[in-house]
């Protein structure tokens, strides 16, 4: 866990890696909607889940051309053996997300009606069934399409913590506590100089050992 103490020479220490692996984000969003389509497919199966599951199980859909199906039943499988919970409901918003993100209404055009990171994030949660807060974000920042925003996982939470952020990791997180918690690491990052994005992934290497997503 980060602490006051370890938290700038850990930095130091990744920095690199950090920049290396945003940089790697930044990219999707530059190489199309099924691109898009397959980091949303992580991120709705991230929730709840490993993110290692949520990988296995996007590596399988995008090889197996079924993320670019209509075959519920058939994603459901894979995300099951993938070790995805709430496999039913996944597959189901999977569905649901593409025809939201690329149907008449389109990603392109939810970004341009709400340009402010927050806003984009918050009206993703409304609209993309699977996607909560945290989620949003995390699809936000794994494709560059905005790096301002809290993913407040248990892990980000234990180290938000640590370093003092907050008093304590909450049990539940309603929308008004999540804002106000993100605001507060925002209000960190200015003061020590780290990106949120930066300080994110800093944080979960922590937990995990590893820069992932």
């Known amino acids: 866990m980060l602490t006051p103490d370890t938290l700038q020479e850990k930095y130091s220490a ?5 920049e290396k692996r945003l940089d790697d984000f930044a990219r999707i969003s530059r190489q199309g909607d099924d691109a898009l ?5 992580f991120c709705i199966c991230a929730a709840n889940s490993s993110a290692e599951a949520a990988s ?3 590596r399988e859909l995008v090889e197996s051309g079924l993320l670019f199906s209509q ?3 058939a994603v459901s499988a894979v995300l ?5 919970r709430f496999h039913k409901n996944k597959a189901k918003y999977l569905m ?15 970004i341009l009606t709400h340009e402010e990171p927050t806003m984009l994030r918050n009206a993703l949660a409304d609209e993309i069934s699977g996607l909560g807060m ?6 936000l920042r794994n494709t560059g399409l905005a790096t301002e925003v809290a993913i407040l996982d248990r892990h980000i939470l234990k180290n938000m913590a640590g370093l003092g952020i907050i008093a304590r990791r909450p049990k539940t997180l309603t929308r008004k506590r999540y804002i106000a918690i993100e605001k507060k690491m925002q209000r960190f990052c200015e003061k ?16 995990t050992g590893r820069i992932f997503k």
């Open 14 to 18: 990744r920095r690199h890696e950090i």
């Open 37 to 41: 389509l397959s980091e949303l497919s």
């Open 56 to 58: 296995k199980a996007q």
């Open 71 to 73: 075959d519920a039943p």
């Open 80 to 84: 099951l053996s993938s070790g995805v």
């Open 96 to 110: 649901e997300a593409r025809k939201e993100l690329f149907g008449k209404k389109g990603l392109e055009k939810t």
């Open 134 to 139: 945290k989620e949003a974000g995390h699809f």
């Open 192 to 207: 020590s100089g780290i990106p949120m994005a930066h300080l994110d992934l800093l944080m979960w290497s922590e937990e």
